[in-house]
């Protein structure tokens, strides 16, 4: 037999913009409540109706579910049915950062019977999600709060479904982003010195300014000064048995308590050569204090 359906329900956190259809949530999950009614508008009572309900959200024309759950409702003796679809909390940041969708279908077959956007009551999911997918925080602690996950490089195999959305709203890279031991920094070029941050969700490495270095306490002397050397002078003049100033010369020898100054070497200059000593750590860093940074799903 087929059917068609009217949903009836209270407004808490989400309702349906349409007459036919409505819906509420609270921490429990998403209530939907309903009248059954076969296609000549008559309420199908005390009886067993197959439904599937269907949540799911538009990205870049691709279509996600978010929850699925097919279920045999039994009507009451008014034709009402009341069922509470029990969404996985890790879920939750689907509904602050996308528009949702609820799709019921009934009977057997199954048919479709209502197709409707959700709307947020005002503030509602916000207060529940805190802050938008992809946001980054310092965090204090060891164990993760429900919806984040470490930015520690980890697959996003090990995060599971729940990161599905996540890795596509970042641009599907290979791993979740890593930030340990890293500092943030903004985007694009800066107004008061005009460098460039790194591009969004890209690591830049360290570097140091060129700059210049004074001579500090480093010095060559150098300038006028002069060299002594020994010389040759004569002894014992006799006999000549050879050349005065040969070397076998009998009457030739060293005087070693003499010498002689050469000329002065005029003003120059030397080239110092090598390197100064280490000193420091093997990076520039400025003071800092240990966190975790995490991601919001």
């Known amino acids: 037999m087929k059917s068609k359906l009217l949903l009836l329900s209270f407004l808490m956190l989400l309702t349906v913009a349409t007459t036919f259809a409505q819906t509420s949530a609270s921490q429990a999950g998403i209530a939907v409540q309903g009248i059954a009614r076969d296609i000549s508008n008559t ?45 996985n909390p890790d879920k ?61 490089g980890q697959t996003w195999a090990s995060v599971g479904d729940k990161g599905l959305s996540l890795k596509a709203f970042l641009g599907n890279p290979a791993l979740v982003p890593n930030l340990q031991g890293m500092f943030l920094r903004g ?16 690591a830049q490495g360290d570097g140091f300014k060129e700059h210049l270095h004074d001579k500090g306490t480093i010095s060559a002397t150098g300038g006028e000064h002069k060299h002594l050397y020994k010389d040759k002078n004569l002894k014992n003049m006799g006999s000549d048995n050879g050349t005065d100033i040969s070397d076998t010369d009998n009457d030739y020898n060293y005087m070693d308590d003499e ?23 093997n990076e520039t860093r400025p003071v800092n ?9």
């Open 43 to 87: 309420a199908i009572t005390s009886k067993d109706v197959n439904f599937k309900f269907t949540i799911y959200y538009l990205s870049s024309n691709t279509t996600y579910e978010n929850f699925t759950e097919t279920k045999t409702l039994k009507t009451d003796a008014f034709g009402v049915f009341s069922h509470i679809l029990n969404v």
């Open 92 to 152: 939750n940041p689907d509904f602050a950062n996308y528009q949702m969708f609820l799709k019921i279908e009934a009977g057997t077959p199954l048919v479709e019977i209502s197709n409707e956007a959700l709307k947020h009551v005002p503030y509602a999911i916000a207060a529940n999600n805190g802050v938008p997918m992809g946001s980054v925080m310092a965090f204090l602690g060891d164990a993760l709060p429900a919806g984040w996950i470490f930015c520690k």
């Open 187 to 202: 985007t694009g070029t800066s107004p008061v010195n005009g460098q460039a941050g790194p591009a969004l969700n890209v």
């Open 259 to 281: 010498r002689t100054t050469p000329n002065l070497d005029g003003a120059h200059t030397h080239t110092i050569a090598g390197e100064t000593g280490l000193k420091g750590i």
């Open 289 to 297: 204090h240990g966190v975790n940074y995490i991601i919001k799903l």
